[in-house]
């Protein structure tokens, strides 16, 4: 006999039971796409942010400033750099087509061809230069009034600026956003973003003429560069740099792109060694290589490496069952014809190769159809993503809607390929070994698994189930193997729901303690951003941002974090009895009050810290009316009175007990913090330098405050420790005990609260550039970044889980349903009798209701075992990468899991029951049970 033969029998049975054979197809088409989405969708995310986060700055990895050809030479012969790119500035040239007076130059740089590319550069009109004597220069310019079009000659004479100190009235300028201060007589250099300040008393500008000149020809028109400032006292222009330009120049601008993926953990150290050795300045585009894969030792990779192997586990698995229930409920019927081939000589091995025939064939065509609708979801899924983006990458204002473009490699689709042939192949394995084994005398009788038992009649169980719940229960112990079936593909389903809904809700509780849940969170619809400076840095800044149109108005508090000390009898007797229970947890067992007194450390003269919040008076007034405390007592400058935050919180993670672990995680949250009373005194301490010792301020309350009272204002959450909130008057006063000698700081530094208007501004973009040089000593912050950032990956993270779920809930479908047929089809004979009987529809409906409870108990037995275990796996995962956190198992929904599984369960019953009803007795008593 041919191998074919049996491939030819096996074609035929496949078109004659066209619903097996679709169900089939239909699971391992689903389980393609979901590898798809797994291989695929995970580079096309990573690949999508990485070109989401290059609009902030540009593609390029690093660049290198001010170097020489020599050290070009020796950093493009390194082995872990992949592309350069050479760009140069040539200064400032007077600019007479300019219609702002406040912008009357032009600013010239020259870049090598993939600098453009690099840098981000998008024409508006016209082309880019190809040689060094055509320019574009930045759309801005005409959009304040310029005249300038394409074809226009500009002639430029360049120069570089410096500013001289003039006044000698005048102990210092300062310029904040440039981190420039200048005294009388002295010359500084200043950058090309420096605004242009005309004729003034103060100081005076100069220029010194490089000697370089030119005639250029404007050939197009771009959209302003991300680096250019509106305040800038010129315009951006670009122009061709050639190679024999760059080998002219002294020094020049070199960008780099890393060869990441091969090297991920070398590159960036290699190139800060050079950096130091070159003495010239480097930069590095953190955006981008965040998403490189050169960030392989992060926690971001590790859960996504971690996430992917746990989902294709998951997968495999779900298909595996899926595509085995479908052989093994088709057992009986294939062992039958395969008997007859074996009867005139089919081997053992031919067998089975019928079933990995079937199997593999419908794999054929399986894979392009998965991997098509797998890249289709992908889309939908990026698609989703979209809005959480900006917002995830702290850019939302540069994110356009452009699709995602699907990355698909070599790497990918054979991953996929491998991953499917290998569940295929687990699949059909045990089929077909067991199939392989059986003679065909047996095959062909059709009975090799029934066992000759008797059932007995109990009466105590017909008492309270009656006569429908001891056919049910019969019936299930007879159709054990097909009643296993049905019950593992519904465990399946809940075991899927129960892991996904567990990772879902870890994933959020992560997201919530990694993302910066910090005691203290300005109100986001009241402020835009927050400033930290010292007091003479922010009152220049503060001049700067109130005259800028689009700041609405500002604010001046200040934030003093355990700036002061008070006494341990400040603190209340719930205060205390959360400490103790967290002391417990670290000791793992219950510490006497004496042992808890002792170790806290308790002794003459013990105190605790009191964290300090200043506000303006007009906040301190609304504060006062929100808690109806005595508004002239709060803002009586004189006076240090206080509003107390009575409520808190203590856990096992903010509390830490050196060289101990916490038996388990818990936070202790506390209605009333101290159990002082309204107008007793709080003695606060506070430590001077100047005089090296504790200065005593005591603090009068006036009174006691809900976070939920003061959220219009600002937020407190977890805090561990008290807060007082105190007029400016007061806050300045310990302010300037808490300072520290020769330091232009304090304890309790000043912050400038920001709110927008609306209007176009680059004013926080020019503080944030400004606030990232080296010495700049102030920093800005979106005060919705916690919360936008926490949502957005959120966000993500739901659209991910919701979409795995529903793919993953089809296979989980299909199984239970193929599984539920296949059960019904053998039992139609039992159940035909018993309508012949008399059985009516009422007590039938009865006993499969019985036989779906048995059905739903195995399989919730089932999958409590198999959850369990997944919970406990992604448990320890998550926990050895983020640390000892508070992962609860979220019963509530999981019960909600369970309730639609076994809705599920029931609701295809007794539709598959509904059908069966409708065909003839006779036929159903002469079919097999088959």
Known sequence: MKKNIVFYVTRQYMKQNKGRTFTTFAGIVFMVLLMTCVFVGRDTGI???????????????????GITSEEYEEVREMPNVKETALSAAFGSTMFGASANPERPYLNLKAYSAPCFDWMNIKLSEGR???????????????????????????????????????????????????????????????????????????????????????????????????????????????????DSQAAALETFNLSLILDVENNPDQDIPALLRAAGAGGYEIDVNDYVLAFTASTSDTTLNLVVKFMTVFFVVLIMAASVILIYNVFNMSFQER?????????????????????????????????????????????????????????????????????????????NLAAVILAST?????????????????????????????????????????????????????????????????????????????????????????????????????NTERYDYVLYAGESKLEALKEEIEKDAGVEYTAKWRDGMFAGQVPVDAYGAEYWDALHGVFNL??????????????????????????????????????????????????????????????????TSSFMIGGMSPEKYRMFRISRMTDMKEGDTVPVSLYSSYEEKEV????????????????????????????????????????????????????????????????????IDRLQRASEQDDARFGILETEYQSTMANAVSGIVDVMLFSFIVLTSVICLLNLFN????????????????????????????????????????????????????????????VVIFGNLELPTPWLWIAGAALVVGAVLTGLTLYGFGRERQEELYENMRREGV
């Not at 986060?53 to 540009?58: F, I, M, R, V």
């Not at 399986?366 to 990458?393: E, H, K, N, Q």
Request: aromatic letters at 10%.
């Open 696 to 763: 005593e301020v005591p603090v009068e309350i006036a009174g006691f405050a809900e976070t939920n009272q003061l959220q219009d204002y600002v937020e407190f959450k977890n805090n561990n420790y008290m807060w007082l909130i105190v007029n400016e008057a007061a806050g300045s006063r310990m302010a300037d005990i808490l300072r520290v000698e020769g330091a232009a700081s304090s304890m309790m530094d000043e912050m400038l609260l920001i709110r927008m208007n609306g209007k176009p501004t680059d004013i």
């Open 47 to 65: 690949y999508y942010l990485q070109d989401v986060a290059s609009l902030k700055n540009g593609k390029w990895h690093v660049s290198m400033y």
């Open 422 to 522: 290998v569940t295929v192949l687990i699949s059909a394995w045990l089929p077909a070994r067991k199939i392989g084994k059986i003679g065909p005398v047996e095959c062909i009788r059709g009975n090799i698994w029934k066992k000759s038992r008797q059932y007995q009649m109990q009466a105590s169980f017909i008492h309270m189930f009656g006569a429908e719940g001891m056919l049910a229960k019969n019936m299930l112990l007879r159709r054990n193997k097909k009643v296993r079936s049905v019950g593992s593909a519904a465990a399946v389903f809940l075991v899927v729901l129960t892991v996904t809904i567990f990772g879902s809700d870890a994933v959020h509780r992560i997201i919530r303690v990694k993302m910066g849940e910090e005691e203290m969170s300005l």
């Open 335 to 411: 062992s039958r014809y395969l008997g007859m081939l074996c009867s005139i000589g089919a081997t053992g091995r031919q067998k089975r190769s019928s079933i990995f025939y079937e199997a593999f064939f419908l794999l054929v065509f399986a894979l392009p159809t998965g991997v098509l609708l797998g890249i289709g979801v992908i889309r939908l899924a990026m698609a989703a993503f979209r809005p959480f983006i900006g917002s995830f990458l702290r850019i939302s204002s540069l994110v356009t809607i452009d699709p995602a473009v699907i990355r698909i490699s070599w790497e």
């Open 586 to 651: 670290y000791y793992h067992r219950e510490l006497s009050e004496e042992e808890f007194r002792e170790e806290h450390g308790f002794r003459g003269g013990a105190s605790m810290p009191v964290n300090i919040l200043s506000v303006d008076m007009d906040t301190m007034r609304d504060m006062a009316g929100k808690i109806g405390a005595d508004a002239d007592r709060l803002l009586d400058p004189e006076q240090t009175s206080a509003i107390v935050l009575s409520t808190g919180a203590v856990s």
């Open 128 to 242: 880019l230069p190809e040689n060094s004597r055509e320019i574009i220069v930045s759309k801005s310019a005409a959009e304040d009034g310029s005249d300038i079009a394409v074809g226009d000659l500009v002639e430029a004479e360049f120069f570089e600026r410096s500013i001289t100190g003039i006044n000698s009235e005048i102990k210092e300028t300062v310029f904040p956003f440039q981190n420039i201060t200048i005294k009388y007589g002295e010359t500084k250099d200043v950058p090309e973003e420096f605004p242009y300040w005309g004729e003034n008393e103060d100081f005076r500008e100069n220029r010194t003429y490089t000697g370089q000149k030119g005639t250029y020809q404007v050939v197009g028109i771009m959209e302003p560069p991300a680096y250019e400032q509106m305040g800038a006292a010129g315009y951006t222009a670009i122009t061709l740099l050639e």
């Open 819 to 878: 599984s539920i047929r296949g059960w019904r089809l053998e039992s139609r004979q039992e159940l035909a009798v018993l309508r012949s009987v008399g059985m009516a529809s009422g007590q039938m409906k009865k006993m499969l209701l019985y036989e779906c409870a048995g059905i739903f108990l195995w399989a919730l037995l089932l999958a409590g075992v198999f959850s369990g275990m997944l919970i406990a796996c992604v448990r320890f995962g998550l």
